[in-house]
Nanobody, 128 residues
Framework: QVQLVESGGGLVQAGGSLRLSCAAS????????MAWFRQAPGAEREFVAS???????????NYAASVKGRFTVSRDNAKNTVYLQMNSLKPEDTAVYYC??????????????????WGQGTQVTVSS
């Protein structure tokens, strides 16, 4: 059984940084597509970033336009953990952040229905 456990959320002032972690069990993160999504109150779940090693050309990362240049997704294969480094945080980044995994590679990693397992989420609150 695959389990994903997020951590690292919290309250931070605008302009600050946080690093989220997603510890995986039951699936090797280096052999999967891993993604971060977020959901603000009253809004739909939206794609944030993804990383996959499921290609012949090596790791591929993707970012939502709203976070590109501020957020970085990475993984530690030894710890079987994926990270989301979030810098220059804005109040509009406030949301519950979810980690997700898919066993297959897709050229459209932003689609939630690609992912078969999800974590429980971690709250990120950015104050102005």
């Amino acid at each position: 059984q695959v389990q994903l456990v997020e951590s690292g959320g919290g309250l931070v002032q605008a302009g600050g940084s946080l690093r989220l972690s997603c510890a995986a069990s039951g699936r090797t993160v280096s052999s999967a597509a891993m993604a971060w999504f977020r959901q603000a109150p009253g809004a739909e779940r939206e794609f944030v970033a993804s990383i996959t090693g499921l290609t012949w050309s090596g790791d591929i990362t993707n970012y939502a336009a709203s976070v590109k240049g501020r957020f970085t997704v990475s993984r530690d294969n030894a710890k079987n953990t994926v990270y989301l480094q979030m810098n220059s945080l804005k109040p509009e980044d406030t949301a519950v952040y979810y980690c997700a995994t898919s066993p297959v590679y897709s050229t459209s990693p932003s689609r939630p229905n690609l992912y078969d397992y999800w974590g429980q989420g971690t709250q990120v609150t950015v104050s102005s």
